[in-house]
């Protein structure tokens, strides 16, 4: 990755779009699809994005959508389908439409994924804003040199999950009537979903969630200078805590069952962000 591969990358977006975007939306699993049945939508494929990596996990899908919600002049870029650590990519590709949107003039980033609860509050399908995180994966996006057309050397994490922002979020989440809890999100490398050690470890260190993605992009977005906000979706109690097993496809399916509320929160927000 270099500037001129994500200018190059911008180009091809305005260039498909000829509109301007100032929110960009990173669907993980369970809200895959949002955004292509819009009226207004143009579907850009990644692999029609120059450096764009594409996603492999099932429940991912490749496409970038350019929604303009209705009366505006300004659009949102819906990356439906993230790109992971664990697949093998370098974290400057696990990046890359976080900060191609930023280069296209988004000044907001809104991130989802699906989550393990640590808290014993949080039960699957619940929706969690996300306060702050915990790196316990040992990767960071900016090791290397640093480009400093993108941003600092050392860029401030004090405020990743902009606090203005989670107030139009609970605000958004309150009109739709759907209840949005708070937790800190601990970022784990993966594939392997956590030991029981590992869960109580992240627990006693804070975390109320863990996942494996999020926190890359958030950091890369904030590097850049723009706005974060974070939504996960609880899709099953994080190991050791249920007496059961986890697997992918409980994971898919709680996802599935709390889409609609998801949703309804995303569509909210995206009239108040624009
Ligand atoms: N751990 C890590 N990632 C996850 C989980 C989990 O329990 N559930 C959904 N994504």
Redesign the pocket.
């Known amino acids: 990755m270099n500037y001129e591969d994500l200018m190059v990358a911008a180009r091809v977006i305005s260039n498909s779009t000829r509109r301007t975007h100032t929110v960009a939306m990173v669907l993980g ?1 369970g809200l895959g699809g949002y955004g292509a049945d819009d009226s207004s939508a143009i579907a850009i494929p990644y692999v029609d994005i120059p450096g764009f990596p594409v996603p492999k996990v099932e429940g991912h899908r490749g496409t970038l959508y350019s929604v303009l919600p209705d009366g505006s002049q300004n659009g949102i870029l819906v990356f439906s389908g993230r790109a992971h650590a664990y697949e093998g990519l370098a974290l400057d590709e696990v990046v890359f439409g976080v900060r191609v949107a930023i280069m296209s003039g988004c000044r907001t980033i809104v991130l989802t994924n ?3 609860g640590v808290s014993g509050h949080l039960e699957p399908g619940d929706l969690v804003l996300i306060t702050d995180h915990l790196n316990l994966s040992g990767l960071n996006p900016l090791i290397g040199e640093n480009d400093n057309r993108l941003g600092p050397r050392f860029p401030d994490m004090t405020d990743v999950y902009d606090p203005a922002l989670r107030d139009v979020a609970q605000e958004a989440a309150a009109t739709a009537d759907v209840a949005l809890k708070s937790g800190v999100y601990a970022w ?1 490398s ?1 594939p392997s ?2 030991t029981p050690a590992e869960i109580e470890m992240a627990r006693r260190l804070g975390a109320d969630l ?3 993605s999020t926190v890359p992009e958030a950091i890369a977005a904030r590097h850049m200078g723009a706005r974060v906000l974070g939504i996960s979706l609880v ?2 109690k ?2 050791g805590m249920s007496g059961k097993p ?1 697997s992918h496809d409980e ?1 898919t399916s709680a996802a599935d069952l709390a889409r609609r509320d998801l949703t309804l929160i995303i569509d909210r927000l995206r009239d108040r962000l624009v």
Do not use: I, K, R
């Open positions: 699993s699906a989550a393990g784990f993966g979903y956590e863990v996942g494996m899709t099953n994080a190991a986890l994971v």
